[in-house]
Each structure stands twice: as C-alpha cells, then as structure tokens.
C-alpha cells in the first residue's frame, strides 16, 4: 500500500476522537458533554463490530486478499488501533469524571452501593426487589461450560462469591444487566436540595447479597465487563422465498460470531480473567481492553434529564421554509410543479415531506407512490402513511433493503407489516445493497401522468432528521422523473441496469462520472480556465478516488473536503496534494449530507448523493446523486458549503497527522451550524 493512503480505520478514530473533544470542550453545557461521551462508546462498540471485525478476518484469509483489495497491512492497522485506545481511554475517563464533579456542583450526585444514604437504602431495596430482582438470571460458572450464545449487545457482572473464613472454594457467577427491560439510571428521592442518581448496576451490587442468600457464601465481588462479536453476517445472493429464514438465522447467528473485543474492570482479579476469558472463548492479548468500574457507557446518551437550563443546549424551533407557509392553502404539488424546493435538515422541519405523502393519499389524481426503506424511524409515520396509501385506493410498492446494518429484523418487520397492508414489497436487489433513498408519486394531470420525486442524501427518518444534516430535493422535473421510475424498474427486474440521462447510480455510473467531473476540472486548469472541487461527505477512502484528487491537485485544481469520518488521503504533503485542504466538523448535530460542486469553468455544477466515495459505495450498492439544476439552490448550497468552509469553533483541519486541531479560516470565522441556522432563518423571512 502507497505511503500516501492512510487506513480508513485509524482515520475514523480521529473522528471519533473530535466526539471525545466534544465532551472534554468546557464550553459546552454538562449534558450536552455527557452525551457526546455516550455517542463516543457507542460509535465504538459498532467500530470494533464492523470495522475491527473485518480486519480480523482479512488476517485469517492471510496477504493475498488485503493486498488485492489495495489496503494497508491489518495487523499494522490493529496495533496501531490498540496504541491510539490506550491513550485515548485515559482521556476519556477524566472527562467523565470531570464532568459527574461538574453535575455535583449543581446538585446532581451520582451514588453507587457503597454510599447510598441511610435514609434512602430501604427505598433501594425496595426497588431492587420489586423492579430488578425479577430479571435477573446468574449463570453460574461450571467447569466444563462455555459461554458461547451470551448476547454482546449488553453489559455484565462478574461475580466471585467466597467467605469471610476463607474456607471453601469461591464460586464464580455472570449476570446480565437488564437494559432496556429497566433503565440504566434510577433516579432515586431527593435528598435536601440534591437529586440522586445510581446505575442500574449499583443497585445490583447492592442486592447481591439477597439474590446468592441460598448458597453458603456472605463476600460478592463484582466486576463490570462487556464483549463484542463480529457483527458481519454472511448471506449468499439467493433471494428467493426463504431469504428471510437465511437473514433471520444469520441475525441469530451473531450471537455466536467471534469475539472481538472485551472491556473489563482494571481491578478485577488475574485469574478471575483468566477463567473469565476460557469461559468466553477469548484469545489474543489484541482483544482486551482494561478500563474503569463502568462500562457500556453508550447509556449517558440518555442519562436523566436533570437540573437547570444551563446544563443544556438551547434547542431552536424548525425554521418555516419561505415557500411553505404554516397556513398555506396551496397544494405541495402545485408548489413544486412551479419551482424545485429543497429542505435542509434538521433547521426545516421533515413535516413537508410527510405533508406531501398525505396530500398524496388525499388526492384523487395521485395513482401510486414508491418509496426505498433503508432504515426508518421506530414508529415511522413514512411507513404508515404507505399502507394508508393502498386504503385509500392508491398502488404502493416499496423496496425494503433487508440487509441495512443493525436493522435488520426492523425490516423484515416492516416488510410483514407493508405485505399485511397491501403494499407491494420488493426486497432488496440481489447482490446490491439498496442504500439511496427516492420517493417517487405518480399524480394524473390532463389526461397524463406527471411524476414528482423525491431524492434526499438521508433516510426517510422522522427521529434521525431531527439531530441529522441532510438534504431533500422535491421535484417535478420531468427528466428527473424518468430516470427515477427507470430505477425503480430496476429494482423489479434488476438484469436489466438502467440507463440515466440525469441521475447518476452506483453501481454502474457513479465512478465513471465522478472520473470525468474531476478530469474536466483538471483540464480546465491546465488552460488557465476556472476550476475547483468541494466535496461535502461522510467519508473518502476509496484509493482510486484519493488518486484521481492527488491528480487534480498536481494539475492546479483547487479542491477542498469536508469529510466527517473516515479520510484516508493525505494533506499537507508536497508534490501530491499542496492544493488540497480538508476538513472536519463535529457539533450538535451530526453532519450527514453528502454535497458535491464543480467550478466547471464558471458554470457550476452541484449535486446531492446518498453516496461516499468508498469502494462500497461506488461498486457495491446502489446509491443515488442528483443534480441540482435551480440556480436559486445551487446559491443555497454554495453559501451552505461556505459557511461550513469558514468554521474556526467546531471545524477542524484535516492535517497530515490528523491531530484534530481547530481551523483557522482566512477572513472572518463562524460557527457554520449557528451561521447556516442563521442564514436559512434570514431567508424565511
């Protein structure tokens, strides 16, 4: 592998790495920093699920694979995983512990078992007996038995039973903590002006005594510990009648996939470890993971909302899009027949598409709507809105992907639920995951059909549009609408690959068209003409494409990223990429939206895409991206990506060390998601 591709893994801690920043940062309010610690743990339980998983794999196929793909060495990768961990566990801890000192300032006091006060011990009690005590199951440790179906997606305790006397062998127990049955934090009676909190495995330790008092033992030591499995499932491309039988035993499956990680208590005994780690089936120094007396810690994401406003951030109402009024009387239809509308999430509201699927069922003109279903909301109006679709007399046909990550079994569900309502369910695309995301509504007008599309670069998710950037483009575009219903045929007969004149899909179009995007700004620059490239997405680490961007580089060709996650291409190294710079922003809202703009000699071209540039992406799934053709949103994306270009408070530059330092733009610097807010608030009125 080439010195100057960086491995996508040790990028993405990086990212993560600016959500740690985000929790260390003082100048975020308490509970805002407690969150961003919980979304830290969990975007690495699904790191090391998927990504470390991966290359666990890749070492057992051995060199020819990963070389073939064109990465760097796994088992490089891995190490230098596990040194950036160890550093960055320390980092997080003090974090947490700075910011639990923080709450205690404000009367908000976590306790543990040890120093429950007196006045309060009898209502614990009560509660472990009442609430917690029904769900609770040790396993006891025997000789000959193996843990191999313990789900990883919880967290346990270790406990070593034993005597005061010393006399008599210990005895060894695992106990699952029940969450979500109970929730992981109790808020317990005020005492004074204080409130109490105590994790819901406290409250466990604090009982243990009442659940082992019919074995001869009077001493509990216990010790948090949480693993993680390989979550990759491995399907064949059959999609036949029984591939739901296939995706469900693969689902179950994964409660038995190889152990990849194990977080442990630092303080929990050698060769209680060691018993622990033959139980579980570990192996290899590269899977353990010492850490603190809590663990699971994705859980702070929904820690009790407790005290004043200052331990919060300021919440903003949806902006009012200037052209959907709240009292309008007239038809999204019409307005959209007149004038391409695009909603920027989460300052608009989602409402206006909903309102659209409902003004769609209403319709007596409107004859169908197609929809993709990559991952919806737990209660997805979207989906509900179909099935009222078929009652009120409309076709309705939806392609479920069935294989979206950690969703899985939400979707085989939904596609029971559509197939119960009437919905006509195509699932999925044989050897294709479906991951862009299209509505199509087909409406009767004069005697012909007139289609209205709907393409976003996120998913038809009312939850995840509320803290998600994304972007959403409403359309009665013609054009545009021949090439979606061409898509959506071939999702119905998929030997047949579309032909597009104006959106462009992966598998088949993506990289060829992005090739001939960048050489023409490569050749524009050699004559001397205008060119530049700004890339807006989630993640660059396809080699090809990292290639093709040093090209553009050595050619003269301005370009600059602004990539949230996983970046393998390398700034600040001369001779390959001095005219390219590259950024990151981490704030209270996760950046989504996938934006790409050419300077095409003067005649800029923008697009909207569910794609990033990995090779997945581009050769593996089906992604959509979209031209904008409105000169009045193409303004609105160039002022959008400007405003991100200029952020010195949550920005950070992308160097060639990826050491997460804040940004510092020439000329005046903002805060792009309070100045995008601002800027879209101007507008509405």
Known sequence: MPSHFRSKEVSWLAFNNRVLQEAQDPSNPLMERMKFLGIYSNNLDEFFSVRVATLKRLIRLGKYYYKKLDIPDPKKTLAEINDILAGETARYN?????????????????????????????????????????????????????????????????????????????AHALIEIPTPSLPRFKVLPKVGNDHLVMYLDDIIRFGLPRIFATLPYDTFESYAVKFTRDAEMNL???????????????????????????????NIPKHFLRLLLKKLNFSGDDTLFPGAHYHNRKDLINFPELGGSKLYRKSSPPIPHPRLAPKRKTSLFQLVRKKDLLLHFPYHSFNPFLDLLREAIMDPLVRSIQLTHYRLAEDSAVAKALISAVRAGKKATVLVEPTARFDEEANISWAEQYRKGGVRVILGVPGLKVHGKLCLITRREGGKER????????????????????????????????????????????????????????????????????????????????????????????????????????????????????????????????????????????????????ENDGAPL??????????????????????????????????????????????????????????????????SQIAIEKYLRSRSK
Not at 238 to 262: C, H, M, T, W, Y
Not at 541 to 568: E, H, T, W
Request: hydrophobic share 35%; net charge positive; aromatic share 10%.
């Open 451 to 598: 289609r209205y599309s709907v393409i976003s670069t996120g998913n038809f998710n009312e939850d995840t549009a509320h803290v998600y950037t994304d972007h959403m483009l409403l359309t009665a575009n013609p054009d545009i609408g021949r090439d979606v219903i061409r898509v959506f045929r071939f999702f119905e007969y998929s030997y047949r690959p579309p032909t597009l004149k104006h959106l462009i899909c992966s598998p088949f179009e993506t990289r060829h068209r992005l090739n001939e995007l960048v050489k023409n700004e490569i050749e524009n620059a050699r004559k001397g003409k205008k060119s530049g490239i700004t890339l807006k997405l989630n993640n660059l680490s396809d080699p090809k494409m990292v290639d093709l961007l040093y090209q553009a580089s050595n050619a003269g060709v301005p370009v600059k990223l602004i990539i949230r996650g996983m970046f393998s291409l390398i700034t600040d190294k001369p001779g390959l990429s001095d005219n390219i710079e590259a950024i990151s922003i981490v704030d209270k809202y996760l950046e989504h939206s996938r934006i790409f703009s050419f």
């Open 236 to 266: 064949d491309d059959d999609f036949n009648e029984s591939f739901l039988d296939k995706l469900s035993e693969a689902i179950q499956a994964r409660e038995e996939g190889d152990p990849v990680r194990l977080n442990f208590d630092e």
């Open 606 to 671: 923008y697009f909207i895409t569910s794609a990033d540039l990995l090779p997945r992406n581009l050769d593996g799934r089906i992604e959509i991206t979209c031209p904008i053709y409105d000169e009045s949103l193409k303004a609105q994306l160039a002022e959008y990506l400007k405003l991100q270009w200029r952020d010195g408070v949550k920005g950070r530059r992308l160097d060639r060390n990826l050491t997460n330092k804040l940004c510092r733009p020439k000329g005046k610097s903002e805060r």
């Open 94 to 170: 003090t974090a947490y512990d700075s910011i639990i000192d923080g709450l205690a300032d404000h009367g908000i006091r976590v306790v543990n078992e040890k120093n429950v006060p007196k006045e309060l011990r009898e209502y614990v009690l009560e509660y472990f007996e009442s609430k917690v005590r029904p769900h609770l199951m040790p396993i006891m440790m025997k000789a000959n038995f193996r843990f191999t179906r313990l789900r990883d997606d919880p967290m346990y305790l270790a406990v070593r039973l034993s005597k005061k006397t010393g006399k008599g062998r210990p």
